[in-house]
């Protein structure tokens, strides 16, 4: 019986190829030995409605070299908060008034906050979602607001044909 071959890893595209990029860091860093790594950038995406984007990268290293097997990015300074009921968005200003939030906006249907940062940097966002997700007495959920792109992969493609195909019968 013979064993299954290895696929090569391609890389996955760059949706963020060519715009700015302000600040990056590698975990672990260059200089230590390794096979897979982070790099977590924040870009300047000019024409997006927030253009502050913390893009964060999965990387391998193969017999091609190195392959970029996930990308993710969320919105770089500001995240979504729903309050316990009977709780305040002034409560929580204050309670994180270390991390200097503001009330973007309020979404009273689904009452949800975004909550904005001034100078945000790779760690606002991650950091004030760890620190509010402790805060279980005063806060139900909250999370980044990620940023989300449609694929072009072929396999994308064909994926939705057949769902196409599907929904006319």
């Known amino acids: 019986m013979a064993l299954p071959q290895e696929v090569p890893l391609t890389s996955i595209p760059d949706r963020y190829e060519g715009m700015t990029v302000i600040d990056l860091r590698e975990e672990p860093p260059p200089n230590q030995p390794r096979s ?5 950038k924040l870009i300047n995406d000019a024409n997006a409605k927030y253009p502050l984007v913390r893009v964060e990268e999965r990387w391998t290293l193969n017999a091609q070299g190195p392959v970029r097997t996930r ?39 689904a009452n949800v906050w975004v909550i904005s940062f001034e100078d945000a940097d790779l760690d606002t966002v ?24 449609s694929s072009n992969t072929l396999a994308e493609k064909q994926k939705m044909a057949a769902r196409e195909v599907v929904s006319e019968r």
Do not use: C, N, Y
């Open 71 to 109: 990308q993710s990015a969320m919105v770089a300074d500001h995240l979504l908060v729903k309050l316990r009921p009977q709780q305040r968005i002034d409560v929580l200003l204050e309670r994180f008034d270390h991390l200097h939030p503001a009330v973007r906006k309020h979404l009273p249907s």
């Open 126 to 149: 991650p950091r004030a979602v760890q620190e509010m997700r402790r805060a279980g007495d005063l806060v139900a959920v909250v999370e980044p607001d990620f940023v989300s792109a």
């Open 36 to 40: 897979r790594w982070t790099v977590i």
